[in-house]
């Protein structure tokens, strides 16, 4: 098992950027691939952003495709969204997520991550 904290969240106006932390303890983290999820109100949680393993495969939802950038440094075992040009349809509560394995590629889908954390909420105003 691996614990999984998220930091970053707040509010922000439209246009703005905020930048997400995950940071995991327990198991070793390079094992893990990782992912971003969120979830609004009223709405099912969704995909954002995954990365593999090494950090060497990345991918996005259409929804957020280059404003949001996923990175990882495995030797401070933390994981980073960086959102830029945020809108009002980016608030949520954000979630992130861990996937046991050195598979290749990332992954897309809630089925396929092991471990979640709180979230973090971020709140972009207009």
């Known amino acids: 098992q691996v614990q999984l904290v998220e930091s970053g969240g707040g509010l922000v106006q439209a246009g703005g950027s905020l930048r997400l932390s995950c940071a995991a303890s327990?198991?070793?983290?390079?094992?893990?691939?990782m992912g971003w999820f969120r979830q609004a109100p009223g709405k099912e949680r969704e995909f954002v952003a995954a990365?593999?393993?090494?950090?060497?495969?990345?991918g996005y939802a259409d929804s957020v495709k280059g404003r949001f950038t996923i990175s990882r440094d495995n030797a401070k075992n933390t994981m980073y969204l960086q959102m830029n040009s945020l809108k009002p349809e980016d608030t949520a509560v954000y979630y992130c997520?861990?996937?046991?394995?050195?598979?290749?590629?990332?992954?897309?889908?809630?089925?396929?991550?092991?471990?979640w954390g709180q979230g973090t909420q971020v709140t972009v105003s207009s």
């Open positions: 997520a861990a996937r046991f394995g050195r598979k290749p590629g990332v992954g897309v889908s809630e089925g396929e991550y092991d471990n």
């Open positions: 327990g198991r070793t983290f390079s094992s893990y691939a």
């Open positions: 990365i593999s393993w090494s950090g060497g495969s990345t």
